[in-house]
């Protein structure tokens, strides 16, 4: 069976003036147009390829690689807007229309926004939702505290930076928590620092407990290489300077000089620190 929206390896079943036509157990007759057909190819042969509507809403087939697939989260620039809604720049010929009742705010063209693609049951058309919490499910976890995960920003609130985690889950990394840049949109690296009762997911950038001491003195260590062995940073500096400075907290800063002052590397003096 081959599903829309998705990569399918199909055999190549004959060759037409127009392309190649490809298929499974099931279907024989999906095109892939002549200027996707690779240069060598024979019947009987499998390709790889993606499977969308066409501008006509008939099946086809393409060797392009989407920015994003059926049931995932991606980052996508709005193309065009009419009376049908938002039409986004995904990577293929014919752009992923938003539908109006799927923008919880008007989209802008040229604008990015995070959003879902999925199949439509109504229309069987592949359509984009930016109304992102309907298809985050945290109601089941196999995640672990200080696990690392992929996450995706979406969105910024009071309270810091919501995120997709693994394509699946609604999790939330907290203003204070943020100290490097975490764009929306932009995929990033994070940590599972707690699972609350409610099921919300606590999300940090920098791995939990003891394994981040290490990296983190490494990077200070590096900073006052690179600084000619001088910091004007302390312990009583303010929290600001040293993110601005270091991307870290002061919590981490504070740690990370104390494991280098431990091993006799830094001396730490009124106006800052000093490699030895």
């Known amino acids: 069976m081959i599903e829309l929206g ?3 390896t199909l055999t190549i079943k004959r060759s037409t003036r127009v392309g190649l036509f490809l298929g499974d157990d099931d279907v024989d007759d999906l ?20 499977c969308y509507l066409d501008h006509e809403e008939r099946p086809i087939a393409t060797t392009l690689e989407p920015l994003v697939t059926r049931n995932t989260f991606g980052y996508l620039e709005v193309a065009e807007v009419n009376q049908f809604g938002a039409f986004l720049n995904w990577g293929l010929e014919k752009h992923l229309l938003v539908p109006f009742r799927e923008q919880p705010e008007r989209m802008e063209k040229g604008k990015s926004y995070v959003v879902y693609c999925f199949l439509d049951p109504k229309s069987f058309r592949l359509v984009a939702s930016a109304r ?31 995120v ?16 490097r840049n975490l764009e929306i949109g932009q995929p990033a690296r994070g940590y599972i620092k707690a699972i609350r009762k409610d099921n919300k997911l606590d999300v940090v950038l920098e791995p939990l407990g003891h394994e981040k001491l290490e ?8 900073e006052l290489e690179a600084s000619g062995g ?11 300077e040293i993110s601005k400075r270091l991307k870290m907290s002061k919590k981490l800063f504070k740690k990370g000089i104390g494991v280098l002052y431990k091993e006799r590397r830094i001396d730490i003096r009124d106006d800052g620190i000093y490699l030895r």
């Open 164 to 179: 997709i985690v693994e394509q699946r889950h609604k999790g939330l990394v907290f203003s204070d928590q943020i100290y």
């Open 6 to 8: 998705n990569y399918n």
């Open 230 to 240: 001088m910091l004007p940073l302390h312990d009583k500096s303010d929290p600001g």
């Open 132 to 162: 992102i919490n309907r298809f985050l499910d945290n109601e089941e976890f196999s995640l672990s505290i200080g696990q690392p995960v992929s996450i995706l920003p979406y969105r910024t609130t009071d309270l810091g930076t919501e």
């Open 31 to 50: 095109l892939l147009p002549n200027k996707y057909v690779p240069d060598d190819f024979e019947i009987g042969q499998e390709l790889r390829v993606f």
């Open 215 to 222: 990296p983190t003195a490494e990077r200070i260590f590096r």
